[in-house]
């Protein structure tokens, strides 16, 4: 999907080019921004690698959570990867009437605790009640009007984006952007995903859970609880485990 997503803004890319000239970034960087929220809708839609969630408790405290966040009705999903890896995840993704919350099966494994699993549970309908996708792709419209821009510079020299032999080019041109602003964005996703963990915290009221959670991820994922800087600024977008404890013992402490 990601794929097809690229080769269709290519497609409309190098049409507008054709017709506008260089000036083609304007509405080319609301393409972008318009096929990621298109994928990001109709994504849940086309998978098909998922089941529906069958543990009851965590169903139960589904309809909990989703009543005290005032998200509706989210349907919570499975997907098996356990014959893959031990690691373990969760997350969230759609938009509106396609908003889901998938767990990978080997969350609801051990060394996983239920109430560790509704705490995961909480942190990503959190996503969804916070609004965190939509303000992603705001995030990423913010990204790609200067690097729409970019973009056109760069590929002048090629003919412009209307001409297939700076497509090579283009590629690279947003490989090397997506590098460099990686710092920047990895800093929006781990404030995201900070509040994710302190929404979750205040619904399940469980930072013992969330304690035991990231033990939990430290185990199986074989992950640094506490990464060099460098790490965290290039590749880290989420909060370092360590970081994420510190936050579970200063709410019980506060509380």
């Given amino acids: 999907a990601q794929f097809l997503s690229i080769c269709i803004a290519l497609l409309i ?105 509704k705490v995961v549970l909480a942190h990503e309908l959190a996503h969804h009640s916070q609004r965190h996708l939509p303000e992603g792709l705001g995030w990423f419209a913010l990204f790609a009007v200067p690097g729409a821009w970019i973009l056109m510079r760069a590929t002048r020299g090629r003919g412009g984006m209307g001409s297939p032999q700076a497509v090579p080019l283009a590629l690279l041109v947003v490989a090397v952007f997506m590098l460099a602003t990686a710092p920047l964005a990895n800093h929006v996703s781990r404030r995201i995903e900070a509040e994710a963990d302190w929404k979750a915290l205040q619904v399940t009221d469980d930072p013992a859970g969330l304690e035991g959670l990231m033990l939990g991820f430290s185990k199986t994922g074989l992950g640094d609880p506490d990464p060099p800087g460098w790490v965290q600024l290039m590749v880290g977008t989420h909060p370092a485990l360590a970081d994420r404890i510190a936050m579970a013992r200063a709410y019980a402490a506060d509380n």
């Fill in 13 to 117: 890319v190098m049409g507008l080019a054709r017709r506008l000239g260089e000036w083609w970034w304007l509405p080319g960087a609301a393409v972008f921004v318009g096929i990621a929220a298109l994928f990001t809708f109709v994504a849940p839609y086309l998978d098909f690698t998922t089941d529906p969630l069958r543990n009851q408790e965590l169903l139960a405290a589904a309809d909990a959570y989703r009543a005290e966040l005032g998200v509706g009705h989210i349907p919570i999903r499975v997907e098996e990867v356990s014959g893959d890896t031990e690691q373990a995840n969760a997350y969230a993704y759609g938009l509106g009437p396609s908003r889901r919350v998938v767990f990978w099966d080997t969350m609801l494994l051990d060394p996983f605790s239920e109430n560790e699993q």
